[in-house]
């Protein structure tokens, strides 16, 4: 399971609408490692004039990187981090995370940062059974 869902999470969504702020509480509890990551790199994006801020240290573990895989493969939970942070997040491989400012989609360096030449260019034989 991906998520820690709490009773009561669980019976507003039974109900209809969840909250923005307790699915982004639920994913901070139950993602620990994605969410300071996430948080990091955001704080890092802030204090910087560049146009993305990214991750090239791979996870300590295989937990988290199973957190890192599970909250950016899932478009509600990547969404929603999207959203609460205010960014964009791009995903080359098992760990390199970028997050970047919302205007800079448009732009060249996402634009390389999400293409099928840097997705070949960020491999090696140590990602394969990520």
């Given at each position: 399971?991906?998520?820690d869902?709490?009773?009561?999470l ?48 791979p ?29 964009a997040?791009?995903?080359?491989n098992?760990?390199?995370v ?20 840097s ?12």
């Amino acid at each position: 399971m991906s998520l820690d869902v709490s009773p009561q999470l669980l019976a507003q969504a039974e109900q209809g609408e969840i909250r923005e702020e307790d699915f982004v509480a639920t994913v901070r509890d139950s993602l620990p490692y994605a969410y300071r990551l996430i948080a990091g790199l955001v704080g890092d994006l802030q204090v910087s004039d560049r146009e993305f801020a990214d991750n090239l240290t791979p996870p300590p573990s295989e937990a988290e990187r199973g957190q890192l895989l599970r909250a950016l493969a899932s478009d509600s939970i990547r969404g929603s981090q999207e959203r609460h942070f205010g960014v964009a997040l791009a995903f080359q491989n098992c760990h390199r995370v970028a997050a970047f400012r919302p205007e800079a989609t448009d732009g060249q360096t996402y634009a390389k940062f999400t293409s099928t030449r840097s997705q070949i260019l960020n491999q090696s034989p140590e990602f394969r059974d990520c």
